[in-house]
């Protein structure tokens, strides 16, 4: 439930509608169109520090990896080398291989280490959990019984940052890199 705090609904008949959503923290404002444009200017600062502190990553309910705000020309650039295993679509990145593995932990710590190599080609330290379950309910090896526990074992590839991120380790790093250079250079 919304309540539109001071909406005079005399003033005009014209609606406007305004969502932010830094991770999910969300904000939203509808009503008149004065009404949301006094309300926006209020809440300026307050939203422009929402949104700065809310992390790197423009939040979604589709799957696929979020796009960084704002991803820098190098970051797209060093994406383009890699046009065979991410694109982009709508914003997101998405992943056009099949995940390569014998079975859904495998393909659960394959997918993993794709997505934290997609993060970091866009400067990005840190990848949550989230966004690696949805691309694996994408790619149908989503066990939720042993997801976190099946990342959480491999120690050597992963840090965990608290339970809702993973950050890549040196050896992560140089594997995601070479899963994704096969993966990018495969037919």
């Known amino acids: 439930m919304y309540n539109k705090v001071g909406e005079d609904t005399l003033s005009s008949t014209s609606k406007a509608r305004v969502i932010v959503s830094a991770r999910e923290g969300i904000i939203e ?4 169109e004065s009404f949301v444009a006094d309300q926006l200017t209020r809440l300026k600062t307050v939203i422009c520090q929402v949104v700065a502190s809310s992390g790197k990553w423009r939040p979604g309910t589709e799957t696929g990896l979020p796009l960084k705000a704002g991803t820098s020309p190098l970051a797209l650039q060093a994406l383009e080398k890699f046009s065979n295993l991410y694109t982009q679509t709508d914003g997101r990145l998405r992943l056009l291989k099949d995940l390569p593995g014998n079975n859904m932990a495998n393909k659960t710590v394959n997918a993993a280490l794709l997505v934290a190599h997609a993060h970091a080609l866009m400067g990005a330290e840190h990848t949550t959990l989230d966004t690696i379950r949805s691309v694996c309910k994408d790619h149908a090896c989503h066990d939720s019984n042993n997801f976190s526990a099946t990342l959480k074992r491999e120690k050597e590839f ?12 040196a050896a992560g790093r140089e594997r995601a890199a070479m899963l994704a ?7």
Not at 29 to 32: D, K, R, T, V, Y
């Open 181 to 187: 250079s096969q993966l990018n250079h495969d037919d």
């Open 29 to 32: 404002i509808e009503g008149s």
């Open 158 to 169: 992963f840090v965990h940052s608290g339970s809702l991120h993973i950050t890549l380790s």
